[in-house]
């Protein structure tokens, strides 16, 4: 009785809340999901959640340079005597926002009178950097381009009741920053953290955009080769084994070439490589449909090839499309990555978990792993998540588990 009244029960949700159903039983898989959607959050906000939100979190100091995860590091904020306009919501999560300010490490400061001292940061034990002095009128105002002897007068001509102590305070509050990277930095003196929140954009719209291709392509040749069979059937074949005869890796190298270097070609190239596998799953799944019954009926009824293969072939044959392209988003990120590592993928300055490993593989032997590593997880994470998925929505989607989930 509790069996029948259970398989009742079941009956009343659909196909597609069972399968959601036995996929939340696989805790492994439904933690990896998890971990994909944090990742997709993650390159969505991009700029606006990273530590250097300048374009493509480029802001380079060699003097900390390769620094380990944790380390801290004190900067003195210069006013650039330049007009730079507010970055909206929008174009800074996409695009990032230029600095408003320089930023020089320093090692040390202290104030005199109206100047400030302060010693750069080398990065050597004892720390042996040239001392330099500033007018604090300069930094808080650059604008007003003050000589050393009427500084003072001038600047308090200008505002009212602004006294040197009052500026050496708002120096030391406002333009003296305090910042900890987490994951530390490369050997540009980059911070690594920003440098993986926004390479993971490139991994992830890289698979997206080249499975939406793949999907383009492979579902409409595997259409019409599994629908319609006779000469058209062997003429895609024949185009299909061509392609899968060529290595894959190779000839998105080939593709890369012909399009050129850079982000959008990248798409491109790695999705024009991975339809094949689409197209042969969905010609076989369509050769088996279409002798149905129900595909019979639709044919008597007057339909439209379009119509058939649109609404009543092609959702059945969803689930394999569904597991098949989970694997390729993992392949189209590993492909990116050996594209990238190569110098044939998305180009400098725009950062790359690929591009990050081929520029710090030598560090593996001087001691700081780290600089290749993080990249080399975070892509190891990233497939690892997607194969587990899909193997999760295999089973999901099989109806062969139906009878073990009953259990």
Request: glycine residues 6%; hydrophobic residues 45%; proline residues 3%.
């Amino acid at each position: 009785m509790q069996f029948l009244r259970r398989q009742k029960s079941l009956s009343s949700y659909s196909l597609s809340e069972i399968a959601w159903i036995r996929f939340k039983k696989n805790k492994l898989a439904l933690i990896s999901f998890l971990f994909i959607c944090f990742l997709f959050i993650i390159s969505i906000l991009g700029y606006l959640i990273t530590p250097d939100s300048t374009p493509f979190s480029n802001d380079q100091h060699i003097e900390i340079a390769t620094k380990k995860p944790g380390f801290t590091q004190n900067f003195l904020l210069i006013p650039k005597n330049e007009t730079i306009e507010s970055s909206n919501f929008f174009v800074k999560m996409i695009w990032g926002e230029k600095t408003k300010h320089y930023s020089i490490p320093i090692y040390k400061y202290y104030f005199k009178n109206n100047k400030i001292f302060y010693e750069e940061y080398t990065g050597t034990i004892p720390n042996d950097g040239e001392i330099i002095s500033l007018n604090i009128y300069e930094i808080v105002n650059p604008n007003l381009n003050l000589n050393k002897d009427s500084c003072k007068k001038k600047y308090v001509d200008k505002i009212e009741d602004y006294t040197i102590l009052n500026i050496q305070k708002e120096i030391s509050q406002k333009y003296i920053s305090k910042k900890t990277f987490w994951l530390g930095t490369d050997c540009f003196g980059r911070d690594m953290l920003s440098q993986i929140i926004i390479g993971s954009r490139v991994s992830l719209y890289v698979g997206f955009i080249s499975v939406i291709i793949s999907l383009l392509i492979g579902v409409l040749l595997g259409a019409l080769a599994g629908y319609h069979r006779g000469w058209i059937d062997n003429l895609i074949m024949w185009f299909i084994n061509v392609i899968w005869s060529i290595p894959t890796l190779l000839l998105v190298i080939a593709i890369s070439f012909a399009l050129g270097k850079g982000f959008w070609q990248v798409f491109i190239a790695v999705g024009l490589t991975m339809w094949v596998d689409v197209a042969r799953v969905v010609r076989g799944e369509i050769i088996s449909i279409r002798e149905k019954e129900y595909i019979e009926a639709t044919k008597a009824l007057g339909f439209n090839n379009f119509r058939i293969i649109i609404k009543h072939i092609l959702p059945n044959v969803m689930g394999s499309i569904i597991v098949i392209s989970t694997s390729n988003f993992a392949s189209a990120i590993l492909i990116e990555a050996g594209l990238s590592f190569l110098g044939i993928g998305v180009q400098p300055p725009m950062p790359s978990w690929g591009s990050m490993i081929k520029e710090h593989y030598n560090y593996i032997i001087l001691d700081m792993p780290y600089l290749a590593i993080i990249p080399g997880i975070a892509i190891m994470l990233t497939v690892l998540a997607f194969m587990i998925i899909g193997n999760a929505l295999r089973d999901s989607l099989d109806s062969k588990t139906f009878n073990a989930m009953l259990k």
